[in-house]
């Protein structure tokens, strides 16, 4: 591709963080800002996800304030459910859970649910508590959310 712009960059950064390719993703990233690329929400969305499945928390929480600070670009509910979503895997729910409560919008069932799991999967039944009962809160007639609960 002999011109690349911020649709084509960010369809090969979000696909090669989609399939487990993290490093080749912030490989990219660099390349592109290097470019003169502005990244974009949609950058962000790819870049975070490549953390989440790499596992790098720092890293994550680095790209999630550079994109806030540095890119001036507001974080949608995609970009906290990725932070939600790193965060655990870490072992860090409590974290999580604050990071949920400074959310500036309510947070949606797929992060609820997502709490919810890695409570579950930390074993934390003092986090899953609280996680539930905010899931119940979005979706009250789901009778799933109780079955999260169980061990597995």
């Given at each position: 591709?002999?011109?690349?712009?911020?649709?084509?960059w960010?369809t090969?950064?979000?696909?090669l963080?989609?399939h487990?390719?993290?490093?080749?993703?912030?490989?990219?990233?660099i390349?592109?800002?290097?470019a003169?690329?502005?990244?974009n929400?949609?950058?962000?969305l790819?870049?975070l996800?490549a953390?989440?499945?790499m596992?790098?928390?720092?890293?994550?929480?680095?790209?999630?304030?550079s994109?806030?600070?540095?890119?001036?670009?507001?974080p949608?509910i995609?970009?906290y459910?990725c932070?939600?979503d790193l965060?655990?895997?870490?072992?860090?729910?409590?974290?999580?859970?604050?990071?949920?409560?400074?959310?500036?919008?309510?947070?949606d069932?797929?992060i609820?649910?997502?709490?919810?799991?890695?409570?579950?999967?930390?074993?934390?039944v003092?986090?899953?508590?609280?996680?539930?009962?905010?899931l119940?809160?979005?979706?009250?007639?789901?009778?799933?959310?109780?079955?999260k609960?169980?061990?597995g």
């Open positions: 591709m002999k011109t690349k712009d911020l649709i084509s960010n090969l950064i979000g696909g963080a989609m487990g390719r993290g490093v080749d993703a912030l490989n990219l990233f390349r592109m800002k290097n003169g690329q502005k990244p929400g949609i950058t962000f790819g870049i996800c953390c989440t499945h596992g790098p928390v720092e890293d994550g929480l680095a790209y999630f304030q994109m806030v600070h540095d890119n001036s670009i507001v949608q995609e970009h459910g932070m939600v965060l655990p895997r870490a072992g860090r729910l409590e974290q999580a859970m604050d990071f949920v409560s400074k959310m500036p919008m309510e947070p069932v797929v609820g649910a997502g709490l919810l799991g890695a409570c579950r999967t930390h074993k934390n003092e986090l899953a508590e609280v996680a539930l009962q905010r119940i809160e979005l979706e009250p007639k789901n009778p799933a959310n109780y079955g609960m169980w061990p």
